[in-house]
């Protein structure tokens, strides 16, 4: 029998300054014991404080880069963060369907927490179309899922509904984030189709580095789908994390901005199981 480490494979934006996109998604596969592979849509020229600039990958070498790891090393799970333009959505879109990933988390990420924006008009309709039908859950926080709906989730009571709207455009599941709302809580809310919401809270930790918050959650859920765990189940696991290399990550100082959470506060060995 031969032993395989878990192996996730993060499809998503380059932060240079190492907060968010795959150097997030790579701290976090690492933190969680799994194994982790990139292919990358874009590189940013990014810090604490915002984004500078944005160039991007063209299709084929993100298709190059896809097939290059599934072939070889193989994928157990997949996160999906920025993806720019409308051929990229549809590279992905094809490389879930020929390799029939089973446990696929998409970040629709749009808006970066400087308020940059990440992606064109054009592909917000193709992304939906596309990605949404073929994905395990999607998460996006507030101003995401505004630009999805074309209307702002302004409060709490709204979270339920948008949740519903969002799985009514195709998604199995979504994850709601509400971490924009104020409040001493954060309020996320979780929708999977034909089951009862979930709603989980968690009190508000005081901090400015929050930067990356968004791409190491849906990370963290990929690893605990890749582990073996029900979608709630991996929902709740994941946020632990997160609420945890929040606090231990509040009181440090990383540049002159919103710094990164600290994903290393308790790493776990590699994962081996038997494949």
């Not at 991007?56 to 993100?62: A, E, G, I, Q, R």
């Amino acid at each position: 029998m031969t032993q395989r480490y878990t192996r996730l494979l993060s499809i998503a934006g380059s932060d240079s300054g190492g907060g968010a996109g795959i150097q997030a998604d790579l701290k976090t596969f690492a933190a969680l014991g799994c194994y982790g592979m990139t292919a990358i849509t874009a590189i940013t020229a990014q810090n604490t404080c915002g984004v500078s600039g944005i160039h991007c990958v063209p299709p084929d070498m993100l298709a190059q880069q896809i097939e290059a790891v599934a072939n070889d090393i193989g994928v157990e799970a997949v996160k999906i963060g920025m993806l720019h333009d409308p051929e990229v959505v549809r590279v992905v879109a094809d490389a879930i369907r020929r390799h029939r990933w089973r446990h696929v988390v998409l970040d629709p990420v749009m808006v970066a927490a400087s308020g940059d924006r990440l992606i064109a008009d054009e592909t917000v309709s193709v992304l939906v179309r596309e990605l949404f039908p073929l994905v395990s859950v999607v998460t996006p926080n507030l101003d995401e899922a505004a630009l999805l709906l074309g209307f702002p989730v302004s409060s709490e009571a709204e979270l339920e509904s948008a949740a519903g709207k969002l799985v009514e455009l195709g998604a199995p599941a979504v994850l709601l984030k509400g971490g924009h709302l104020p409040g001493q809580q954060v309020v996320d809310i979780l929708l999977q189709a034909g089951r009862p919401v979930l709603r989980m809270a968690a009190p508000r930790i005081a901090t400015q580095n929050d930067h990356g918050t968004g791409c190491t959650l849906s990370s963290a859920i990929a690893c605990q789908l890749a582990l073996g765990h029900p979608l709630d189940e991996a929902v709740r696991l994941a946020r632990d994390y997160v609420y945890q290399a929040l606090a231990q990550g509040a009181g440090v100082r990383t540049g002159h901005g919103r710094g990164p959470l600290n994903h290393g506060f308790a790493p776990i060995p590699l994962n081996t199981g038997i494949g």
